[in-house]
């Protein structure tokens, strides 16, 4: 009993100083959009689609010589707060839309 304790110790304190990655745009529900701006910088494209502007941003990843793209796209609810965000585009690019998060204690 006390070796598993001292073996799930030390796992806790060796996870403590991890870094996470969690999905940037799931985080972005509910938001307003200087949230998304402050993550990934200004928008690249801004559109109306009946009659509401959803903002689009762009990452691209160079992959086996090819160019592949990803868009997140935002799209705005009550008050300006961010109502849906979603990732459309070749997967490996997506990620670039991930955020890192990482412990101050270590």
């Given amino acids: 009993m006390m070796r598993l304790f001292v073996l799930a110790s030390a796992l806790a304190l060796a996870l403590g100083g991890c870094a996470s990655t969690t999905?940037?745009?799931?985080?972005?529900?509910?938001?307003e959009l200087d949230a998304a701006?402050?993550?990934?910088g200004p928008w690249a494209d801004q559109v109306e689609v009946k009659g509401?502007?959803?903002?689009?941003?762009?990452?691209?990843?160079l992959t086996n010589g090819q160019s592949t793209y990803c868009e997140l796209r935002v799209e705005l609810g009550f008050r300006r707060t961010i109502r849906r965000a979603y990732l459309e585009g070749f997967p490996a690019a997506c990620e670039l839309?991930?955020?890192?998060?990482?412990?101050?204690t270590k």
């Fill in 23 to 31: 999905s940037g745009p799931s985080r972005l529900t509910g938001q």
């Fill in 37 to 40: 701006v402050a993550l990934y």
């Fill in 97 to 104: 839309f991930a955020v890192r998060y990482e412990s101050l």
């Fill in 52 to 61: 509401q502007t959803r903002y689009i941003w762009r990452r691209s990843l």
